[in-house]
C-alpha cells in the first residue's frame, strides 16, 4: 500500500503542476486517462488515491494556500517554484483531509517528493512549511 500511495502522490504532483499550468484543466477527470496516454506505469489503487489527493487539493484550494501562505515566512505562495508550491498542496491536503496518514508520513512523503522533483533547497523548505502547518492544524507527530 505505501509503495501505491507513494507512486500516487508523485502522480497527483504531476496533476496538480500540469492544472497549476493551466487552471481550467480538469486534472481530477484526466488522472486515469493521463496515465494511459502518457504510458505512466501507475497501477489503479496509485491512481485513485492521486485523483482523490488532488480533487481535495482542488476543492479545498484556497484554504490550503493561506495555510501555505501563513507557514511560509517571507514567502508568497506565487513567488514559489511551481513544483515547491504543488508539493506543499499536497501536503496539506494530506494533513487536513486525510487524517489517517500520520503526520511524520505525510511530511516524510512530501521531503522525498521535494528531493526527487525539487531543487537542493526544496526539501528542507517543504519540511519547515508542513511543520508548521501541522502544528496550526492541531496535529501532532504522533497523529
Not at 497549476?20 to 488515491?49: H, I, K, R, S
Not at 526539501?123 to 512549511?129: D, I, M, R, Y
Request: hydrophobic residues 45%.
Amino acid at each position: 500500500m505505501t509503495s501505491g500511495r507513494r507512486t500516487g502522490r508523485a502522480y497527483a504532483l504531476q496533476l496538480l503542476y500540469a492544472r497549476d499550468g493551466d487552471p481550467a484543466t480538469d486534472v481530477t477527470g484526466m488522472a486515469v486517462t493521463w496515465a494511459d496516454a502518457f504510458e505512466l506505469d501507475v497501477d489503479p489503487g496509485a491512481q485513485t488515491f492521486a485523483r482523490d489527493l488532488v480533487a481535495a487539493a482542488t476543492e479545498r484550494g484556497p484554504e490550503i494556500d493561506e495555510l501555505i501562505a501563513s507557514a511560509s515566512k517571507n514567502w508568497r505562495i506565487e513567488r514559489m517554484s511551481r513544483v515547491d508550491r504543488n508539493i506543499l498542496r499536497l501536503g496539506a491536503c494530506e494533513l487536513l483531509a486525510f487524517r489517517d496518514v500520520p503526520v511524520k508520513v505525510v511530511i516524510n512523503e512530501a521531503v522525498e517528493l521535494a528531493k526527487r522533483f525539487g531543487t537542493a533547497e526544496s526539501s528542507a523548505f517543504v519540511n519547515g512549511v508542513l511543520d508548521r502547518i501541522a502544528t496550526a492544524a492541531g496535529r501532532h507527530a504522533e497523529d
